[in-house]
């Protein structure tokens, strides 16, 4: 009869084994595809939610510049708040550069990785939800700016972790360059055409997610657009446990699956 292990053995092992999973790189499969779109919905959720409360988008950048530029100029003030503005594109620079140098170090692809990079972005959405739900909503001040601060830096954390997992027909946050490629696609009528399919179904998503953002801030509160979003950012951070690694003996074809 085999002479089972030491307690301390078996607890190295299962640390071991722990460590093992933890710093696998992730596979590229149709998972790993959802988990991003889930979070282009979110996205689309937070962002609906951000505006009509704040007057500046936590996640589109190209519109808080181009209000940034109108603020600059003095023009029309009413339609947009340029210091929200300004805290949103500030944070979601410093989101994008503190996550993703990091992601740099650790490793784009590592499991570990992805569910820390997640988890923080997942933790300062309930953050901001905490605080809108329990101060008075106003357009501006020092309440506006922390939950647009701390949505804008996790939005920025975002995009950098889905951009660098070259996944680059899913932004999760920026429509524009999806729009064009979908209809410049050389195979655009083919039936089988993954790329199609991805940058489509990142549109879907995204412009369900505003929908979703918008009459839920409509008929519930203002609260249940970044509850949603936090929730859907959650569930992608539990997905992370469940992806599969890229084979060590055959990871190039891998990449292209």
């Given amino acids: ?3 089972s292990l030491p307690p301390s053995d078996c607890s190295r092992r299962r640390m071991s084994r722990l460590l093992e999973f933890l710093m696998e790189d992730i596979r590229e499969d149709l998972l790993l595809e ?6 282009s919905f979110a996205t689309g959720i937070q962002d609906a939610a951000a505006w009509p409360d ?10 808080n510049t181009l209000f940034l530029a109108i603020g600059v100029a003095g023009l029309t003030k009413h339609l947009y708040s340029f210091p929200n503005i300004g805290v949103s594109l500030s944070m979601f620079i410093a989101g994008g550069f503190i996550l993703g140098q990091l992601g740099n170090l650790v490793g784009v692809r590592k499991r570990l990785w992805l569910l820390i990079s997640n988890l923080i ?21 020092t309440a ?43 195979d655009l009528g083919k039936l089988k055409n993954r790329l199609r399919n991805r940058r489509v ?4 998503m995204l412009i369900a997610g505003c929908f979703v953002g ?28 469940f992806n599969r690694p890229i084979a060590a003996d055959n990871w190039e074809d891998d990449l292209k699956v």
């Fill in 214 to 241: 918008a009459f839920a801030q409509r008929e519930v509160s203002s609260s249940f657009p970044i509850l949603l979003c936090a929730i859907g950012k959650a569930l992608v951070c539990v997905g992370f446990l």
């Fill in 144 to 186: 506006a700016m922390a939950v647009i601060g701390l949505l804008a830096f996790s939005s920025g954390g975002q995009v950098a972790m889905s951009r660098s997992l070259k996944i680059t027909e899913i932004t999760t946050a920026m429509a524009t360059a999806a729009f064009v490629d979908v209809v410049i696609d050389p």
């Fill in 121 to 141: 972005q997942t933790t300062l959405v309930f953050c901001a939800l905490i605080i809108q739900y329990s101060r008075p909503i106003r357009e501006e001040g």
């Fill in 54 to 63: 704040y007057r500046c988008f936590a996640s589109n950048q190209t519109g």
């Fill in 201 to 204: 179904m990142f549109l879907v």
């Fill in 34 to 39: 959802s988990e991003l779109l889930l979070l």
């Fill in 1 to 3: 009869m085999a002479a």
